[in-house]
């Protein structure tokens, strides 16, 4: 029998310039503490509830918990979204179950506010073309009141790199400014206390949307940027249009945002933000993770998106990429599919240079890679 995963929300935890949110998740004998924290200018931003406890941990319940009792304040919609939450993931990976949510009190959360939206804003293309979208009423009756841009430490930025996140958050800042918006930076514990066996690539999307949902106080929309467009969309996908919206409630939204472009159409639009193309960060595989490395994939693939869409190298990459770089590519997943992708779209503009020729080669090879992988036996494969 599984045990409970039980929710303590604390006390909220002061120092000169931060203020700490957390809970306590006890679950059987284990216990581990759930903080976020922000600065004390952001404390009426800060939900009096405990939606976003619910959020957090809705996913390492399902995991390991046979129900999830949350000893505080939840808003009734958002229980009820998170059961048809459950009801989508339960049928994407088997080993995650549904389980019944208790909240101690059910209450919606009215707060008289004026509309405002905050996006999770990492600095990369995906959240970049969000924010300028919005920022510069861009969408019509689809445009939300954007006020701010929300910027993670404890994401792709380990807890331990304050001096990293810094600089990483200079530039983001940089970026938001252009355009009016604030930055919210924000730190959390989240990836160090979800199980090990929940890969980031399925919690993160409940990771962004519990960061969103605690800041309730002051906004009523959270944009979480989309990771793939509706012609590529895959699952099951820690972040999704189908699952994202489900982690709001009556009282705040979530929006998976610019899924009606591809990665070159977000590139494009991005042409005409300067600032963008100064401070883009997209890398997080390089030793330093507050700049572009410009070797690892992620890189090259950026780097050859930004050459396809007419903007040569822009300044956010020190050095362009060679045709040997891109043929050494070993690719896998959503890289790959990305990778092809982009080859696509250069055959269909007609492009014969080296270096489409050079992603043809990196394709067969990857392909061919885990071909081998699926067939050889596990003592063969290392």
């Known amino acids: 029998m599984k045990p409970t995963l039980q929710v303590w929300p604390q006390e909220r935890q002061y120092s000169d310039d931060t203020v700490t949110v957390s809970a306590r998740l006890e679950l059987g004998t284990q216990s581990h503490t759930l903080w976020f924290q922000v600065p004390r200018a952001y ?74 939206a ?75 206390v979800m199980d090990p066996r929940i890969p980031w690539e399925t919690s993160f999307g409940t990771a962004i949307a519990a960061c969103l949902t605690l800041l309730q106080g002051q906004f009523d929309t959270g944009l979480i940027a989309s990771s793939y467009s509706y012609s590529t969309l895959s699952f099951p996908y820690g972040s999704n249009p189908v699952t994202d919206p ?8 979530l929006i998976y945002d610019g899924a009606d472009q591809r990665r070159l159409g977000k590139v494009q639009t991005l042409m005409d933000w300067p600032a963008a193309l100064e401070q883009v960060r997209v890398c997080w595989q390089g030793a330093e993770k507050d700049r572009n490395c410009c070797e ?45 992708s982009l080859q696509e779209m250069a055959q269909q503009q007609g492009i014969t240079a080296a270096w489409v020729k050079a992603t043809t080669t990196a394709i067969h090879r990857s392909q061919r890679q885990i071909w081998l992988k699926q067939r050889l036996p596990g003592w063969l494969k290392p």
């Open 43 to 116: 404390e009426t931003a800060l939900a009096p509830n405990s939606d976003a406890f619910a959020v957090a941990t809705v996913l390492l319940a399902m995991k390991k918990a046979s129900q999830l009792i949350i000893h505080g304040e939840v808003s009734p919609t958002l229980l009820r979204n998170l059961e048809e939450f459950q009801a989508a993931w339960a049928s994407w990976v088997p080993s995650l179950a549904e389980i019944p949510i208790v909240a101690e009190a059910e209450r919606e959360l009215v707060l008289h506010r004026q509309p405002a």
């Open 118 to 192: 905050i996006a999770a804003f990492s600095g990369g293309v995906d959240s970049s073309y969000t924010v300028f979208r919005h920022g510069t009423a861009r969408l019509g009756r689809r445009t939300q009141p954007l006020k701010a841009g929300l910027f993670v430490h404890g994401f792709d930025i380990p807890l331990d790199q304050p001096d990293v996140f810094d600089r990483a958050r200079q530039r983001a800042t940089a970026m938001l400014s252009s355009l009016d918006l604030a930055t919210v930076p924000m730190a959390t514990n989240f990836r160090t």
């Open 246 to 253: 489900l982690l709001g409630s009556q009282g705040f939204a």
């Open 296 to 340: 690892c994939e992620k890189c090259i693939r950026n780097i050859l998106t930004f050459r396809l869409a007419g903007a040569g190298l822009p300044p956010c990459f020190d050095q362009d990429v060679t045709d040997q770089q891109i043929r050494s590519l070993r690719l896998k997943g959503g890289s790959l599919d990305a990778l092809m």
